[in-house]
């Protein structure tokens, strides 16, 4: 694939054309797809209990736990997979863990 442009494969497209195991995709990044809707569990952030301690900030293996100014001001539900680590690591149960509906 040259130049990140998508390949139709056709029965002329030859090996240097696609990448390796025949898939064809585009450089890209995850920010730039919603996986949020992946998740089978949601983790509830309640400010009025948060004491900004940010040990879910670095944990979060999604960057899900949204930060401004050196404090914690939400989640990023766009891409938070519901893995709950943001949930076990917070001393001051400040996140509440529940189904995703």
């Known amino acids: 694939m040259k130049d990140n442009k998508k390949v139709t494969i ?3 497209t030859t090996w240097k054309e696609i990448t390796p195991g025949g898939i064809v995709y585009e450089a890209g990044n995850a920010h730039n797809y919603k996986t ?3 998740r089978s ?3 509830i952030w309640h400010s009025e209990k948060c004491k900004q301690c940010l040990l879910c900030f670095p ?3 999604d960057s ?3 930060v401004e100014d050196g404090k914690v001001v939400g989640i ?3 891409h938070c997979k519901g893995c709950g680590v943001c949930v076990n690591v917070c001393p001051f149960n400040v996140f ?3 189904k995703e509906e």
Do not use: A, K, N
Request: charge should be negative; aromatic fraction near 14%; charged fraction near 30%.
């Open 10 to 12: 056709t029965t002329e």
């Open 59 to 61: 944990v979060c293996p």
């Open 76 to 78: 990023d539900y766009d």
């Open 36 to 38: 949020g809707e992946w």
């Open 64 to 66: 899900s736990i949204l």
């Open 96 to 98: 509440d863990f529940v």
């Open 41 to 43: 569990m949601r983790p």
